[in-house]
């Protein structure tokens, strides 16, 4: 995904009293650059709520569990909490945010192709039978 976005569904997010505090990782297979890196916002967990209550009123959310924020975060957003800043990772590193942060993988100037493996969180259930992660929201 070259777009900024969000993985998580802030409709179950908002409503779970306990906030799973969910984490999501990749490792990067190829360097990346200044021009052509993750692009985060590292801080964002703290106005998440307040800010989606306003896309709501907007009548812009919706209950995917993946959010384009090219349509849903606008400028007066980025003047009240904050900008994306880089964060350009190696081959072989590790990536890891929460569900929280909003992020945009690879900038992609010059058309890179990003190699990545994604991590699947699973948990052993209570009955030792299943490892669906249903609080997982995202």
């Known amino acids: 995904m070259f777009f ?4 998580i ?6 409503k779970d009293e306990h906030k799973n505090n969910i984490i999501q990782e990749f490792i990067l297979l190829n360097d990346e650059n200044v021009h052509d890196c993750t692009e985060i916002m ?11 209550k306003k896309i709501e009123t907007w009548e812009r959310a919706s ?24 964060v350009s990772c190696q081959r072989d590193d590790v990536q890891v945010t929460m569900s ?9 100037e010059n058309k ?12 052993i259930n209570d009955n030792d039978q299943t490892l669906d992660n249903e609080k997982s929201n995202s």
């Open 42 to 52: 590292s801080e964002f967990h703290k106005h998440i709520e307040n800010w989606w």
């Open 63 to 86: 209950n995917n569990h993946v959010h384009n924020l090219e349509k849903i975060y606008l400028k007066e957003n980025i003047i009240k909490y904050e900008n994306f800043i880089s």
């Open 9 to 14: 569904n802030m409709s179950k997010y908002l």
């Open 100 to 108: 929280e942060i909003l992020y945009k993988f690879m900038h992609n």
């Open 4 to 7: 900024r976005h969000i993985n």
């Open 112 to 123: 890179i192709i990003q190699r990545i493996i994604l991590s699947w969180f699973i948990i």
